[in-house]
């Protein structure tokens, strides 16, 4: 037995100690370390009084804490240095001069003094104050300093506050991360030991920090109430991200069999990715093409291994949170760009634009508080407000179309004008391209998610403008079920199946078919075997998903019939609820072809 297992087995609880936590499993997996937990909330800062003599004291105690904090900043700088490169690195020495900054620590030191109050409301003030003026500045550039402001002020509140640090640097043994909420930009660190799995009390089946977690192969469960308070730091926790479980305290003989488990998930994949070379092909011959989503260039190397045949989904804001709070220059764009690209072609792969706002990102990105984000300025719409950035990522798509089949999509469109102005903007831009005899593809592709119901609605309106059409069911779900898809609250309405949403995914095949453009699912919704029967009966020929679950929906396309799955859609869509749809699907897939049935417990 490896010395870890050993060490796991020797601190195992007893039958009695053992609890279970129920929550949602969003990325599947088995990981098994010691608790970490992560509490995010900075103590509130209240105003307090100081007496005159009191205050020297109080001087000094806010000097320590930026020293230390000074300290931690270029400790992290180096760390960063070593294992991403200097260009993220950067971000923490520019935090770090700000500490140093003189000015910064003079105004807080006059405020303790003149207003004779604590150093954490001095800072605080001086915060707030900061941050109005950077938000008050035309430039965007500055304006986005607003998120440093709140950063490097957060870290010197914790010093002085004396809220303890997790290195993780320092810890030699796996550990699972149990936090309230992670933010995707948290969840995008994670990709490195001794992480293993994480556990959070909010968040949703499709939230970003899910869909990141499986792109990093990272079992995670989320939506499990109170977690950060019924687990100790250093317990012993199990993360069964198949079935949402988190089982803290467990004993030798419960280990043993997880680990057993692991070891037969591995060999079950490794069986799968056997049908890596065969085509996605029904019965009756219709071929489905089955692409990728990913979110990080690294994950080109996955999304071969398991077979994909092209990049349906490259989330381009994940460029924009590795190098935030820096926005991407147009040379960082364009070099991702053309290496995606080329390393795909003579496949496709479509990048779509910035989808940021929203939940995703919101307070790293643009500093705006709404009150509803996700209604909000989001995806598209922000980025035609912020013309600047938004040209930046633009005009590197377009001179990375000269290297591949590149193909640009929009995300959140809601109507025809919307698509319109952009058009008109990317006109714009070619136009400049010319002018600097640029090269890029003339005949480049233009294409939208439907995401939005509206879009759906008027799917045969918006063919004639576009060039393809991608289904974002994730968030279609979420705005036609009126269900926050990072909310486990309502994570129970979150039905796929539902008559509502299996209508308007007709709809949009229906229309893409009449006015002969493709469309694709790029959806969560695209990744589940069993639903792929109702989705090739209504007509879809291309699904993009996560590249892990390329190789079971393949073997569900190969085991079926297009001929059942048009019946079986065909009956779907007389059904009233999601669940009489669902039993009758899960039904007639054991029916017809239980091996389907069999992979999607795998
Ligand atoms: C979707 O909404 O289904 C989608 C694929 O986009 P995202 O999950 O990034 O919002
Ligand atoms: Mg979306």
């Known amino acids: 037995m490896p010395p870890t297992d050993r060490a796991l087995k020797s601190s195992a609880g007893t039958r009695s100690d053992i609890r279970t936590y129920k929550g949602i499993g969003v990325s599947p997996g088995i990981a098994i370390g010691r608790a970490l937990i992560i509490e995010k909330r900075v103590a509130s800062v209240y105003r307090v009084p100081v007496r005159e003599e009191e205050i020297p004291g109080e001087v000094t105690r806010f000097l320590e804490a930026l020293e230390k904090t000074r300290d931690e900043l270029l400790d992290l700088k180096q760390k960063v240095s070593r294992s991403m490169g200097d260009e993220y690195a950067s971000i923490f020495e520019a935090h770090a001069m700000m500490v140093s900054d003189a000015s910064f620590a003079d105004k807080v030191i006059q405020k303790i003094e003149s207003e004779q109050v604590n150093a954490e409301w001095a800072l605080s003030e001086v915060e707030e104050e900061l941050q109005a003026r950077f938000q008050s500045f035309e430039d965007n550039y500055l304006r986005e300093r607003v998120a440093d402001v709140k950063d490097v002020s957060e870290r010197v509140l914790v010093n002085l506050q004396g809220i303890a640090h997790h290195d ?138 398991f077979g994909a045949e092209g990049i349906g989904l490259y989330r381009s804001e994940f460029l924009y949170i590795s190098k935030s709070p820096l926005l991407p220059t147009e040379e960082e764009h364009f070099e991702t760009y053309r290496t995606l690209v080329e390393a795909v072609a003579p496949a496709d792969c479509i990048i779509r634009t910035f989808d940021l706002g929203g939940k995703k990102l919101a307070r790293e990105v643009m500093g705006s508080k709404e009150d509803n984000p996700v209604l909000g300025l989001r995806a598209l719409r922000l980025c035609m407000k912020h013309r600047d950035m938004f040209k930046t990522q633009l005009r590197a798509l377009l001179r990375a179309s000269a290297f591949g089949n590149l193909r640009i999509m929009f995300p959140l469109v809601s109507g025809v ?183 999607k417990q795998l």
């Open 168 to 305: 993780l640097s320092e810890i030699s043994h796996d550990v699972i991360i149990i936090a309230d909420d992670l933010t995707p930009s948290d969840t995008v660190h994670f990709n490195r030991r001794p992480i293993v799995g994480f556990a959070t009390e909010v968040g949703g089946r499709t939230s970003h920090t899910s869909i990141i977690a499986k792109s990093l192969f990272m079992p995670a469960v989320i939506g499990v109430p109170r977690l950060t308070r019924t687990i100790d730091n250093d317990e012993l926790v199990i993360i069964d991200g198949y079935e949402g479980t988190v089982m803290v305290n467990p004993t030798a003989a419960m280990i043993e069999e997880y680990q057993s488990r692991v070891t037969r998930h591995a060999e079950a994949e490794r069986k799968l990715l056997e049908n890596r070379e065969i085509p996605a092909i029904t019965k009756d011959n219709i071929r489905i093409s089955l692409q990728a989503n990913i979110e990080l260039p690294e994950e080109l190397d996955d999304a071969f291994k």
């Open 417 to 599: 004008q919307e698509l319109r102005q952009v058009k008109r903007l990317i006109r714009e831009i070619m136009g400049e391209l010319d002018e600097e005899k640029i090269a890029y593809n003339k005949n480049l592709k233009i294409g939208i998610m439907v995401e939005v119901p509206s879009a759906a609605i008027i799917a045969d309106i918006l063919a004639t403008e576009s060039d393809f059409f991608a289904i974002g069911t994730n968030d279609l779900i979420q705005y036609s079920l009126a269900i926050d898809r990072s909310n486990e609250n309502v994570s129970y309405l979150y039905e796929p199946l539902h008559p509502a949403l299996l209508r308007l995914i007709k709809g949009v095949i229906d229309a893409g078919k009449r006015a002969g453009i493709p469309v694709s699912m790029c959806g969560e919704m695209a990744a589940d075997p069993i639903y792929a029967t109702v989705l090739i009966g209504l007509g879809l020929e291309i699904f993009s998903m996560n590249p892990t679950s390329i190789p079971v929906v393949k073997n569900v396309v190969r085991a079926v019939r297009y001929r059942d799955c048009r019946r079986i859609a065909e009956i779907a869509l007389q059904k009233k609820t999601a669940q009489e749809i669902e039993e009758f699907v899960i039904e007639s897939v054991a029916m017809r072809f239980p091996e389907g049935l069999a992979n």
